[in-house]
């Protein structure tokens, strides 16, 4: 009990992982071929930043060159970044787009708008450019660094602070009604990792309390079930608290071993407290009711365990690392 607050604390610090580098060993045929793939030619993870332009009564083509100098715009801004690699969007296959938004002469814009309003239908093909019925979608498409430990919410921070930066000076600028939405493998990762956490953590307080609820019922006191719920306890803060002090993080596999372990723990509890119970009217004190208890349930507890830890150990060879945590 006097341990639990440091195990909390470090249960607290858990960080969880969906990564690819997580799921499979670093000598993997896979894993090798993505490092390989990611050293000679670029990050594989893609990114999408979809830019929203709501339509106006004034739809023309030089307003589909303003579009295209603020998605151009938007997207070196991107390349830029750490941790990104090569930046992709309509702009990229059409020459002249302009960079700057400076006084140029009104028959040249006519002219390049022109150029990207002959290849819209191209760009529309490749899905660089999407119409909806009350506005325009532009997407600009980059790829970020995997197997590196990134941390992807600090990344997609920075994206989306950069993105808002932008879109808001040039809403001031050229006041044009624009929004961004960032999607792809990245934010789903993050997603996935962020439900993870949230997954162990209510699975677990809601075992905890209906398993609590259980024990206080059968106890008979509020007192003792929530004392008997330390043992019950101790086994997953151990595991998880330790985890979270030394910085491991905590993956698919190693998330469903907290239930697990409560529930395993639990029917060991209550094997111990019926022989106790019992030993308390065979016997005249209660040091005597347990080793009363533990003469007869210590054996059947220890075989329960070791049949449970030995017959999930055949998984710790597998080479999905989930499963091989799990075991």
């Given at each position: ?138 997407r600009i498409s980059t790829r970020v ?89 101790l086994p997953a803060a151990v595991v ?88």
């Open positions: 009990a006097l341990t639990l607050p440091l195990l909390g604390y470090g249960v607290a610090r858990i960080q969880t992982s969906a990564q690819l580098e997580d799921l499979l060993p670093p000598r993997n045929r896979l894993i090798e071929s993505y490092s390989w793939l990611q050293s000679h030619i670029g990050p594989l993870v893609p990114v999408e930043v979809v830019l929203r332009f709501e339509r106006s009564a004034a739809d023309n083509p030089l307003e589909t060159l303003s579009r295209a100098q603020i998605v151009d715009g938007l997207r070196r801004r991107i390349e830029a970044l750490d941790h990104t690699g090569g930046t992709t969007a309509a702009t990229t296959f059409l020459i002249g787009v302009p960079r700057g938004g400076g006084g140029r002469q009104i028959i040249q814009k006519r002219m390049i708008a022109g150029r990207i309003q002959k290849h819209r239908d191209s760009l529309v093909k490749l899905r660089y450019v999407h119409d909806e019925e009350d506005a325009e979608l532009w660094e995997a197997l590196k430990g990134i941390d992807y919410g600090k990344f997609l921070e920075g994206l989306q602070d950069e993105v808002d930066t932008y879109l808001a000076t040039q809403r001031e600028k050229n006041t044009v009604d624009v929004s961004a939405r960032i999607s792809g493998a990245v934010p789903l990762i993050y997603m996935a990792q962020e439900q993870l956490l949230d997954d162990l953590i209510k699975s677990f307080i809601a075992a905890f309390l209906l398993i609590a609820l259980v024990m206080i019922v059968l106890m008979k006191s509020f007192g003792a079930g929530m004392v008997s719920m330390i043992p019950n306890v998880f608290g330790g985890m979270g002090l030394m910085g491991s993080t905590v993956d698919i596999g190693a998330m469903m071993t907290a239930s697990a372990a409560l529930g395993i723990a639990v029917d060991d509890t209550l094997h111990f407290l019926v022989w106790f119970r019992r030993g308390l009217v065979q016997t005249s004190t209660r040091r005597e009711a347990i080793l009363f208890a533990y003469q007869h349930c210590a054996t059947p507890m220890l075989q329960t365990s070791a049949i449970c830890g030995l017959g999930l150990l055949a998984f710790a060879l597998s080479p999905f690392t989930p499963t091989s945590h799990f075991a």
